[in-house]
Every structure is written in C-alpha cells, then in structure tokens.
C-alpha cells in the first residue's frame, strides 16, 4: 500500500470539522478565563492576609491582656506591702540595734564576774582590795607592749590583795593561769603593815581576747574562750 492509500484510509469515518470562530472571541474567552484566575488568585492572597492579620491582632490583644493582669497583680502586691512597711521599720530598727549592740560589746570583758574568778584563785585568807582596769574599746586598740616576744593583749588587770601571812604569789601566779584569756602576770610589789602586821601583794595581769564575754557574738564567729563567770562558783 502506498503513502497516499495509507492516509486516504486513516481519515475515512471522521467527522468534518469546521472552526468558525472569530481569533479575536477565542482570545476574549481565553482573556476571561485568565482574569478570573487572576481574580481568584487575589482574593486567595487577600484571604490569607486578612487571617495574618485577625491573628496578630488577636494575638496584640492577648498580649495586652496579659499585661493589664500582671499590672493589677503588681499593684495588689504593692497594696499588701504598705500595709507591712511598719512591720519592716521595726525589723530594720531591730536589726541596726542588734548591730549597734554587737559592735558596742565586741571589745566586752564582764569584769564584776571576772574579778570573782580572780578572787576564787587566791588562797581563802586573801582578800582583793583595790584593782586598776585598762582595756580596748570598740573605737581604740589595746596599745601593746615595745618589749619583744609578748604575745597581743587586750587589757590589764592590775590588783592589790590582803593576807595575814606573806603571801606565796608564785602560786597565786599558778592559779591565776587558769582564768580564760590569760597571758602572764607580774608581783608588782609585797609590803607589811607594820601597825596592822597585813601583807599588801601587787599583780598585774595580762588579758587577751579569749576573756572577751561575746555575748552578742554568733558561736561560729566567736573567737574568745568566754567569761569566766562559771569559774566564780567555784
């Protein structure tokens, strides 16, 4: 079969055709359809640009609620607190006078129960007479001594006794090395009496800090031994 025959046979039974629309109507419908699409296409955008905006305008107002909540939480929290600032003026008084009270009694030696422990160091038959008391203070140091090899001080306790007998003041040295806050002491002098036959001793001690009484003082930040008031009963 030639060329010819074969395309002769393939358009036997088809149905003629014939296009007899205008180009220019074909192009306004294909024109339509485009501009509708484009319409479509708009009002897509504008769709998800108006739910954008619902949302981060809800969002704001959230927002906004949110922060007129924690305003009025923070106002309610301020209310409750004037009505404490009273409480907390007597707190910080308390506190400074506490402070005041520490550092006052921080140089503190209890000399009246100090000075009992002192007399129940000495033989039964020896009276104190007399005592001469230098000691530190919150403001001014304890001058120490210009001789070499002395260990630091914070007071002296210089003290006159009474005896009967001549007195051993080697062993009332003895004693007296018990009392908290010792560092050495020195017989000044021994004098007799004549008309009342009474020996007169002299000391005079040597105090560090291990004598200071802390009692406002907390336990961990104390650095003495405590006073020697326990010692007085003995």
Known sequence: MSPRSAVEELAVGRRPRADLIPPEIVAEHQAKKTRRRLLLGLLGVLLVVGLAAGGATWLNVQSQFALLASQARTADLLVEQAKYIEVRRVQEEIALIESGRKVGASTEILWKDYLLSVQSKLPADVVVMSVLIESASPLSEFAQSDEPLQEPRVATLTFSAVSATLPDVTSWLDGLADLPGYVGATPASVSLDEESR????????????GA????????????????AGSEAGE
């Open 198 to 209: 009474l020996y007169t001793s002299a000391v005079t001690m040597q105090i560090d800090e």
């Open 212 to 227: 200071w009484s802390e009692r406002f003082t907390p336990d961990d930040e104390k650095v003495g031994e405590g006073q």
